[in-house]
C-alpha cells in the first residue's frame, strides 16, 4: 500500500529567515509532525543563506526595505504566490503577513492558523503613530475571529487576543533547545561580555546601556542583532569614544548566536515599559541566555520578573539611569556568591525551560489538520 502523501504546508514571515529562531523551531517541530514545510520570507542585500533547514525555504526580492510600500509589496507577491502553489494549510506568523495568507484562506477554503510572535499593534513604532495604529487594529479585528486556530508567546498577550477577538489563543513561549553538550568557548581577551541580543529597535534600553559601559573596567558591551537604531546607537559610542566598549555584531546564524552567548557574563532583556507589546514582553532572548545558563538582567515588566523570580536567576532592575545600570551590572559580573546561586539555580531553569517541551502544544494545535 502507498503510504498517504504528506500535508503541504506553507508558512510566512516578513523576516529573511535567517535569524528567526521561533519561525525556525515551529517548522522543524512540523516537519516532525511529518508536514511538508515551506518557509517564505524575504531576502535583503546583505541576507545571508538560512543553514541547516530540514524543510524548504522561498524568499522573494521586493523593491521596498520598509514601510506601508514594503508591507503592500510583501502581501501581492505572497498573495501570488499562494495563488499559484498547492498547499493543505496556512500559517501567518503576525499580523503583518495576515492579508495575504487571509484572502488566499478565503479563495482556496484552507485552513489558517495565526501565530501573533508579539501585541503587534502595541509595539511603540505604532503607538507613536495613532493613525497608522488604527489601521493595523482595523485589519486585525477583520481578519483574526475568522483564522481557524491561533497561538502566541505568552499568557498575557493571549488572554487580551482571547477577549477581543472570541477565538482562544494558546501558548507557545519562544524556548530554545535542549542543549545536547557543552560548547567549547572561544574567547580572545579578558573582558567580560555584557550582552544584547535581538532587535535593535526603539525602547530595547540600548543607549542606557551604551552610557553605563562607558563606567565600567573590564566589561565590554556587545550587542547582536540589527534594526532601525543600529546607526543612531553606533554614532552614539562613536561620539562618546567608547568604540573599544562596545561592539555591534549584526544579526547572527543561529550557530554562531548561540556560541556568543555562551560566553556571556550578563545577558540583557532591559525592554522600557512603552506601550502593551513591552509590558507584557516575554523575549526568546530571556530563554536563549537561560540555556546558555548566563544570569539575566530585566526590567520590571510582569512577564520577564514571573520568569526571574521563580528561579532566582538574576536581577529585576526599574530604574536605567546610566550609574545605577553600571553598578548593577558590576555587581552581577563580579560577586561571585551571587554568581554561584545564579548558576546554580540557572541549570534546573535550562532544564525545564526547553523547546522540546514547549512544542507539545504545537502537536494539540496542528494535529487535527494532518
Keep these: ?41 524575504r531576502v535583503l542585500s546583505g541576507s545571508l543563506n ?9 524568499r522573494f526580492r521586493l523593491p521596498f526595505k520598509k514601510g506601508p510600500l514594503f508591507y503592500a509589496a510583501f502581501n501581492i507577491r505572497l498573495f501570488l504566490y499562494l495563488l499559484f502553489s498547492k498547499f493543505d494549510v496556512l500559517l501567518s506568523n503576525d499580523l503583518d503577513t495576515l492579508p495575504a495568507n487571509f484572502f488566499i484562506a478565503k479563495i482556496k477554503k484552507k485552513p489558517l492558523i495565526y501565530d501573533s510572535h508579539e501585541y503587534f499593534t502595541q509595539v511603540p513604532e505604532l503607538v507613536r503613530r495613532p493613525k497608522v495604529q488604527r489601521i493595523w487594529e482595523w ?66 534600553g540600548l543607549e542606557q546601556a551604551i552610557h553605563a559601559v562607558k563606567f565600567l573596567d ?10 532601525d537604531k543600529r546607526k543612531v546607537l553606533q554614532k552614539l559610542v562613536e ?37 502593551l507589546n513591552y509590558h507584557f514582553a516575554l523575549p526568546n532572548k530571556l530563554f536563549d541566555y ?15 520578573v514571573a520568569v526571574v ?29 551571587k554568581r554561584k546561586v545564579w548558576k546554580n539555580n540557572l541549570k534546573q531553569a535550562a532544564r525545564e525551560l526547553v523547546w522540546e517541551k514547549e512544542e507539545r502544544m504545537l502537536y494539540q494545535i496542528f494535529s487535527p489538520y494532518l
Design 239 to 275: 561620539d562618546e569614544g567608547i568604540s573599544d566598549k562596545v561592539e555591534f555584531m549584526g544579526r547572527l546564524p543561529i550557530h554562531q548566536l548561540v556560541k556568543l552567548t555562551h560566553r556571556a557574563a550578563v545577558g540583557l532583556s532591559i525592554e522600557k515599559d512603552i506601550g
Design 290 to 304: 537561560i540555556q546558555a545558563q548566563v544570569p539575566v538582567l530585566v526590567t520590571n515588566l510582569p512577564e520577564m
Design 309 to 337: 523570580n521563580r528561579y532566582e536567576i538574576g536581577v529585576v532592575i526599574s530604574d536605567l539611569n546610566s550609574q545605577n545600570l553600571a553598578a548593577v551590572l558590576a555587581d552581577m559580573v563580579s560577586n561571585s556568591e
Design 50 to 58: 538560512p543553514e541547516g533547514r530540514n524543510y524548504s525555504t522561498r
Design 218 to 227: 573590564g566589561i565590554r558591551l556587545v550587542i547582536a542583532g540589527d534594526g
Design 139 to 204: 485589519m486585525e479585528r477583520q481578519m483574526v475571529p475568522h483564522v481557524d486556530a491561533a497561538y502566541t508567546v505568552c499568557n498575557s498577550i493571549a488572554e487580551i487576543y482571547t477577549q477581543k477577538y472570541g477565538v482562544p489563543f494558546r501558548v507557545v513561549r519562544n524556548l530554545p533547545f535542549a542543549s545536547d553538550q557543552a560548547i567549547a568557548i572561544d574567547d580572545e581577551g579578558s573582558d567580560k561580555i555584557v550582552l544584547y541580543q535581538g532587535a535593535v529597535n526603539e525602547g530595547r
Design 1 to 41: 500500500m502507498k503510504s498517504a502523501a504528506k500535508k503541504r504546508i506553507v508558512v510566512s514571515v516578513t523576516s529573511d529567515l535567517v535569524s528567526d529562531n521561533r519561525v525556525h523551531k515551529v517548522c522543524s517541530t512540523l516537519v516532525e509532525m511529518n508536514f511538508q514545510v515551506i518557509l517564505t520570507g
